[in-house]
């Protein structure tokens, strides 16, 4: 196997100038997201969403962005799950986006809050039955002896609710991530790349300032 300190690659996809940058960063990352839509990228509102717990420790998984806007950054979990219970200690969070086919990615630090029981329901009401279904089978992050034991629990739920709505769980809910600052990265030649961190000010204002690679 070739040694992973051999790999060597150009990158020449584009630069990051003050010039392009926008006065409130979601505007920005709101443009970025859909150039990897546009670009067919797999999953392209996928993100590692990076949580710690009481002792400190950090823990990553890829979640999917769900919606985003002015006040933040959506995603949906089972209340029971890791990254919940690890946010209900401690509301500090981290975002990636690894948009590296585009030679991108966006760094996201905030602050977590649980969304309303409302805008929980219409989100999980919009989804397949399935989705529902499996949200009801599943107790998240917790101990199974084995998949056919996950799936039999699938099949009685899906006999359960066999006729009618599914009803919305009281385990799950959702998240909206408000950002303090956020760093935008692109790739450049000879490995200077361009980075512009934006940081949120106590008038809600947001200063920028260009990083070294």
């Known amino acids: 196997m070739k040694p992973l300190s051999d790999f060597r690659k150009e990158y020449k996809l584009g630069r990051l100038t003050s010039e392009s940058?926008?006065?409130d960063p979601m505007d920005l990352f709101q443009v970025w997201l859909n150039d990897a839509i546009e670009a067919k990228l797999p999953d392209p509102n996928a993100m590692t969403v990076a949580t710690v717990d009481a002792q400190g420790r950090p823990s990553q998984r890829i979640v999917l962005l769900k919606d985003v806007g002015s006040?933040?950054?959506v995603f949906y979990t089972n209340l029971g799950s890791r990254k919940a219970k690890e946010l209900a200690q401690n509301a500090n969070i981290s975002l990636h986006f690894p948009w590296y086919f585009l030679e991108r990615q966006v760094r996201v630090m905030g602050t977590a809050t649980q969304l309303s029981r409302t805008e929980v329901a219409?989100?999980?009401f919009s989804r397949p039955k399935d989705s529902q279904l499996g949200a009801w089978a599943s107790q998240q992050s917790q101990p199974i002896s084995t998949k056919q034991l996950l799936l039999?629990?699938?099949a009685q739920v899906k006999e359960k609710?066999?006729?009618g709505e599914v009803p919305l769980p009281d385990f799950w809910g959702g998240f909206r991530v408000q950002p303090d600052v956020i760093e935008f990265w692109q790739r450049g030649e000879n490995r200077l790349h361009d980075r512009f961190e934006y940081t949120k000010q106590d008038d809600a204002r947001w200063n920028?300032?260009?990083?070294?690679p």
């Open 21 to 23: 940058l926008t006065e």
């Open 208 to 212: 920028t300032q260009r990083l070294m």
């Open 71 to 73: 006040q933040g950054f």
């Open 152 to 154: 039999t629990q699938f």
């Open 161 to 163: 609710f066999a006729k």
């Open 122 to 124: 219409k989100y999980f």
